[in-house]
């Protein structure tokens, strides 16, 4: 569903999770893998302030491995807990809980200490739009729930959903707005699919896809159409135009930039990861 985030919107969505977030003993903070920093609230840090956190790298199975361990290994450098995971297996989910119970030890053996037999951690599901929060809070508690709440404004009485004996979300996930200002940030969401596509153009979605695939991932780019090592070296325009020509758009590059973008949001060009730590950082430069 595509939101659109207004000054109104965000000050109202920040007010909710600040709300949820005084119920909660952690926060689940979901990113998309291929964008881990660029699908992140900018003004996450502060909101959430010293409360506990895990960093959730969903969209695991779409990320390039290789780049995902250096963003787990980045976030715990900077001291949360950070794991990665296909939301689409439930069985990696059993790691949630584990994790949550673990960064909650003390507080769990004050509350026993206190004569709680089995004291319940609670969390919530934090993130912008699109990087699986629904998912997430589904698989874990073995349900399917019509999550209604989840559109900013959008309030209802709320639960505790368990995932364990010991473990519980709370039913609706706490929404929040990308950084879509900057330029490279909008692109990087515009080609996963995590922005609406009205909101951008096609052929500079597709552009940069091209060229950050030939960069980056030239294999796959080649496999995926069929090109040659030549093919590969041209300038990136000259090469778009040959990409047309040989799927049947003849000189719609639009509809090759379309079919593009289609086929990095399917897999179809392989797993791939479109930043690394410090590259927003250069960005703003
Ligand atoms: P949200 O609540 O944060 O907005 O995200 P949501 O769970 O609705 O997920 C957004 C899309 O991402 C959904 O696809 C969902 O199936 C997909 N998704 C969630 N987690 C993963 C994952 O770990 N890996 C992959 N590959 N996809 C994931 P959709 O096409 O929008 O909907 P649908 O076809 O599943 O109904």
């Keep these: 569903m595509a939101i ?19 119920q909660v003993d952690l926060v689940l903070e979901i ?15 502060e909101i959430i302030g010293e409360k506990p956190r895990i960093m959730v790298l969903n969209k695991a199975d779409l990320a390039d491995p290789n780049k995902t361990a250096v963003w787990i290994q980045h976030y715990q450098d900077m ?5 990665a995971i296909d939301a689409q ?20 053996a004050r509350k026993k200490a206190r004569g709680i037999k089995n004291p319940a951690v609670r969390a919530m599901c934090i993130g912008i ?7 997430i809070l589904n698989r874990l508690v073995k ?3 019509a999550i209604t709440g989840n559109k900013p404004g959008v309030t209802k009485n709320q639960q505790w959903l368990k995932a364990d004996d010991s473990f519980q979300v709370l039913d609706t996930p706490g929404i929040l707005w990308p950084k879509f200002e900057d330029q490279a940030i909008g692109l990087r969401l515009a080609l996963t699919g995590a922005i ?6 096609e052929d500079v979605v597709g552009m940069y896809g091209l060229e950050f695939f030939m960069a980056n991932y030239p294999n796959a780019l080649k496999q995926a159409y ?38 990095a949001r399917q897999g179809k060009l392989g797993r791939y990861t479109l930043e690394l730590p410090g590259d927003n950082d250069a960005d703003a430069e």
Excluded at 34 to 40: G, H
Excluded at 196 to 201: E, N, P, S
């Design 4 to 22: 659109q985030w207004f000054p109104g919107h965000m000050a109202k969505a920040k007010k909710e999770v600040q709300e949820k977030l005084k």
């Design 31 to 45: 990113v998309d893998a291929r964008t881990p920093e660029s699908s992140r609230n900018p003004m996450l840090n």
């Design 79 to 83: 001291g949360y807990a950070a794991m």
């Design 89 to 108: 297996h439930a069985r990696q989910l059993k790691q949630i809980p584990q994790l949550a119970r673990q960064l909650m030890a003390e507080k769990i």
């Design 129 to 135: 739009p699109n990087v699986g929060k629904s998912t």
């Design 143 to 145: 349900k399917n729930i």
């Design 196 to 201: 609406a596509d009205a909101v951008f153009q």
């Design 226 to 263: 069929h090109l040659t090592a030549d093919d590969l070296n041209l300038p990136s325009s000259d090469l778009m135009v040959i990409l047309s020509q040989r799927n049947g758009f003849a000189d719609d590059y639009n509809r090759m930039a379309e079919r593009l973008i289609f086929d």
